[in-house]
T-cell receptor
Framework: DAGVIQSPRHEVTEMGQEVTLRCKPISGHNSLFWYRQTMMRGLELLIYFNNNVPIDDSGMPEDRFSAKMPNASFSTLKIQPSEPRDSAVYFC????????????FGPGTRLTVT | EDQVTQSPEALRLQEGESSSLNCSYTVSGLRGLFWYRQDPGKGPEFLFTLYSAGEEKEKERLKATLTKKESFLHITAPKPEDSATYLCAVPREGDSSYKLIFGSGTRLLVRP
């Protein structure tokens, strides 16, 4: 079975530009998570969806960040406008019903904002 | 405050030199403890789930054990391909159990 799929794998953009990261969760999983990983702060949960509905977005840094999940097989994380401090690796993870803590991670998108 | 602490931060071993990584936690009412392996440029890869004190899980050269306050990841006769960062995580208590508290990881380097 395919794991979590993320695109693009690498993104380099200039400050002020809009960035959209994409994720396809594992088929049949009903929970989806967006994380950010940096050397300084480790893995941070940004937002959690259950059955396509955002349940907890308390980790979203500020209004520049937004996430959507229009259907069970697709989610986006958008940053507008982007800033250099947004540079990080962004991971998407999914988990099966009833086991939200059993999270399977995608390969990540390395974002560099110059 | 819920916390997960991993030690050591980094570990260098010669091939074949067995050792252990530690993960201590302060969450009460543990719902599980998870070990992940993360290779450079990749996402964390799920290794083990442990649910109760005394439980052990094995996979190839890795064995994970759990007590009431900590977990150990034992690496027996490691090979260079075991080099990676090993992360442990526990779910927060109550309704926020989907929130995993991750340790900062142990960077393992196994030299041939």
């Amino acid at each position: 079975d395919a794991g979590v799929i993320q695109s693009p794998r690498h993104e380099v953009t200039e400050m002020g530009q809009e960035v959209t990261l994409r994720c396809k969760p594992i088929s049949g999983h009903n929970s989806l998570f967006w994380y950010r990983q940096t050397m300084m702060r480790g893995l941070e949960l940004l937002i959690y969806f259950n059955n396509n509905v955002p349940i907890d977005d308390s980790g979203m840094p500020e209004d520049r960040f937004s996430a959507k999940m229009p259907n069970a097989s697709f989610s986006t994380l958008k940053i507008q406008p982007s800033e250099p401090r947004d540079s990080a690796v962004y991971f998407c993870a999914s988990s099966p019903q009833g086991r939200t803590y059993e999270q399977y991670f995608g390969p990540g998108t390395r974002l560099t904002v110059t | 405050e819920d916390q997960v602490t991993q030690s050591p931060e980094a570990l260098r071993l010669q091939e074949g030199e067995s050792s252990s990584l530690n993960c201590s936690y302060t969450v009460s009412g543990l719902r599980g403890l998870f070990w992940y392996r993360q290779d450079p440029g990749k996402g964390p890869e799920f290794l083990f789930t442990l649910y109760s004190a005394g439980e052990e899980k094995e996979k190839e050269r890795l064995k994970a054990t759990l007590t009431k306050k900590e977990s150990f990841l034992h690496i027996t006769a490691p090979k260079p391909e075991d080099s990676a960062t090993y992360l442990c995580a526990v779910p927060r208590e109550g309704d926020s159990s989907y929130k995993l508290i991750f340790g900062s990881g142990t960077r393992l380097l196994v030299r041939p």
